[in-house]
T-cell receptor
Framework: SQTIHQWPATLVQPVGSPLSLECTVEGTSNPNLYWYRQAAGRGLQLLFY??????ISSEVPQNLSASRPQDRQFILSSKKLLLSDSGFYLC?????????FGSGTRLTVV | KQEVTQIPAALSVPEGENLVLNCSFT??????LQWFRQDPGKGLTSLLLIQSSQREQTSGRLNASLDKSSGRSTLYIAASQPGDSATYLCAPGDFGNEKLTFGTGTRLTIIP
């Protein structure tokens, strides 16, 4: 079966600390993968998308980066977190019949 | 740049009523449009996907329509139930990589 996994579910990190969020998909090959962020009271904002290994497109300038080291793995990172990086991060996979989202990571930067 | 507006921002209705959620978008050159629901603190659950060539899609008590030329979509929920309480998001997908653009959603509360 085709599934998408995202972890951790919740994360509290101090300002200036590094970040690594991981997303993996199963049951497919060469998927289009996306990272979205949902800040409090705001809509979902596309951060990065990837159409293949090593191919990353950034939508907005920010303190974050993304990498795709394997076909079905998508990683969101930061070297030094800012308070403004707090939010709900969602990984998504585009299938033939639309998008499927992961369960999300709630990041709180303190 | 695509912009998506959802009206109303919040809606409370008694259980059993039929209701309509509205979505408008500025760029009509879309590939498809997807409706999602989001429960508090959770990820997104896909409800319906409408291709640009389609006018509507139905799944159970849900019916979504699409008028691409006017930049509008509606989600109709029949015989609402308390379990329908959630935030509903519409997201048109553009051509090519089909990036989705989201509105801020409609927060729906069904009153038992």
């Amino acid at each position: 079966s085709q599934t998408i996994h995202q972890w951790p579910a919740t994360l509290v990190q101090p300002v200036g600390s590094p970040l690594s969020l991981e997303c993996t998909v199963e049951g497919t090959s060469n998927p289009n993968l996306y990272w979205y962020r949902q800040a409090a009271g705001r809509g979902l904002q596309l951060l990065f998308y990837s159409v293949g290994i090593g191919q990353i497109s950034s939508e907005v300038p920010q303190n974050l980066s993304a990498s795709r080291p394997q076909d079905r793995q998508f990683i969101l990172s930061s070297k030094k977190l800012l308070l403004s990086d707090s939010g709900f991060y969602l990984c998504a996979w585009r299938k033939i019949y639309g998008y499927t989202f992961g369960s999300g990571t709630r990041l709180t930067v303190v | 740049k695509q912009e998506v507006t959802q009206i109303p921002a919040a809606l409370s209705v008694p259980e059993g009523e039929n209701l309509v959620l509205n979505c408008s978008f500025t760029d009509s050159a879309i590939y498809n449009l997807q409706w999602f629901r989001q429960d508090p603190g959770k990820g997104l659950t896909s409800l319906l996907l409408i291709q640009s060539s389609q006018r509507e899609q139905t799944s159970g008590r849900l019916n979504a329509s699409l008028d691409k030329s006017s930049g509008r979509s509606t989600l109709y929920i029949a015989a609402s139930q308390p379990g329908d309480s959630a935030t509903y998001l519409c997201a048109p997908g553009d051509f090519g990589n089909e990036k989705l653009t989201f509105g801020t959603g409609t927060r729906l509360t069904i009153i038992p």
